[in-house]
């Protein structure tokens, strides 16, 4: 699972957030390799969040190079999420072979 | 969907994650809003990556307070994860309803 979290800089609209909204909705009919793909604006429920996340479900960590490195998806990046970040936190982290993105709740 | 990433202070040692794992791995069996709770260390597959990340699940966003302010939870916070925590980015975002946890790849 492949997690991100970003701090917008000052002065970025919803205008903009929007069009990362639909560059990154493109993606998941273009990469195969994301089982699940999930992203969006923080909602406000809690002071000192940051603004944006992604959590990118992919088939194993040797997939993570068909998606970070997709032609598109690095264009979206460049042209509509660059841009904006003040901050960007990144990590991929394991998920359990039997469950991939159903998680240990049970 | 209830996503943090964190960056570890230096001289966090591999005992003191294996700690914040543990600690986490107790949550779902006392927190049944929990639908599915995945986390663990980077995987170190990029370079400038954080060091470690938490994705949890829930019912909806009326239940996060049940997992963020589980006692439980606060204890694992305060006594494992906040003494090792250098920078910490969260962010609550909203899942497809029809969908759930498994993100939007069709």
Do not use: C
């Not at 492949?2 to 970025?12: F, I, N, P």
């Not at 994301?34 to 809690?46: A, E, K, V």
């Not at 992919?58 to 993570?64: I, K, Q, Y």
């Amino acid at each position: 699972m492949h997690l991100v979290t970003l701090t917008w800089r000052s002065g970025v609209t919803n205008d903009d957030v929007v069009a990362v909204i639909e560059g990154l909705t493109s993606l998941p009919g273009q990469i195969p390799e994301l089982l699940s793909y999930n992203f969006g604006p923080d909602l406000g429920l809690r002071d000192g969040n940051a603004d944006f996340a992604v959590a990118a479900v992919l088939d194993s960590p040797e997939a993570l190079p068909a998606y970070l490195d997709h032609p598109e998806h690095v264009r979206i990046l460049k042209e509509f999420i660059a841009p904006l970040i003040a901050t960007r936190q990144s990590v991929q982290i394991e998920l359990p072979q039997e469950t991939e993105s159903s998680g240990t709740s049970s």
